[in-house]
């Protein structure tokens, strides 16, 4: 397990070997460990596999998402709310995310399971006692609403805007500059579309819209 760790941290040598020699080590911990006979450190095992298999920068995408979100689903029958609460979090967070980046299955489903995930994580992280935790699950949370596809397209963009103003809230352009451009270009982008549902609505209720404003000609100008 630690040698898993090390490995997964290392910065010297070549980042794919080192990875592959993680999920190694991590393999050979869980042919010891059971969830019977050590579950606290079969879920960890498998939380550490999750992570790396998630993170895999070779091999099959698809194949390596889904084993990641078997290993957090695995984790998730070991950790509880009531007994593990930072550690279930943790792993609601990551379960969550893996649904909203799946390659497979069915989309809406798929959101569906991110956007539950994401809440049981926030029932447990607060801004005051987890600030890090809580923005980087509103941003998470945010990309899921205004991809939904269940629901009323309007009241998840507002949910999402919401959310990116959370993350927003915590982030500071000195310590998380690519979160904050992350975030903004994700805010600006669901208010346009929210000025854009607003102008169509406005035009198919007859209401007024700008025009351009006419103009008179200037001496010389048209026609003799």
Not at 69 to 96: I, Q, Y
């Amino acid at each position: 397990m630690n040698i898993g760790i090390t490995c997964w941290q290392r910065i010297a040598g070549y980042r794919s070997e080192n990875k592959e020699r993680a999920i190694a080590a991590f393999e050979d911990a869980l042919s010891v460990w059971t969830r019977e006979t050590n579950p606290e450190g079969w879920a960890a095992a498998r939380m550490n596999l999750g992570i790396a298999y998630w993170e895999r920068p070779v091999g099959d995408q698809a194949e390596n998402r889904e084993r990641a979100t078997e290993a957090f689903e695995d984790v998730l029958s070991v950790w509880t709310r009531e007994t593990n609460p930072e550690e279930w979090a943790t792993a609601r967070m990551k379960l969550g995310a893996a649904y909203l980046e799946r390659p497979t299955g069915d989309r809406a489903e798929n959101l569906e399971r991110a956007i539950f995930a994401f809440e049981d994580a926030l029932s447990v992280w607060t801004r005051e006692a987890n600030p890090e935790e809580w923005a980087a699950t509103h941003m998470k949370f945010g990309m899921a609403y205004r991809e939904r596809l269940a629901g009323h397209r309007p009241e998840n963009r507002e949910r999402a805007i919401a959310c990116f103003e959370n993350a927003l809230s915590v982030w500071t352009r000195k310590r998380h500059p690519k979160e904050i451009a992350a975030a903004r270009a994700h805010l600006e982008t669901a208010c346009r579309e929210r000025f854009g549902e607003w102008l169509e609505n406005r035009v198919a209720s007859g209401g007024p819209v700008a025009q351009r404003p006419a103009t008179v000609s200037l001496p010389g100008e048209g026609a003799p």
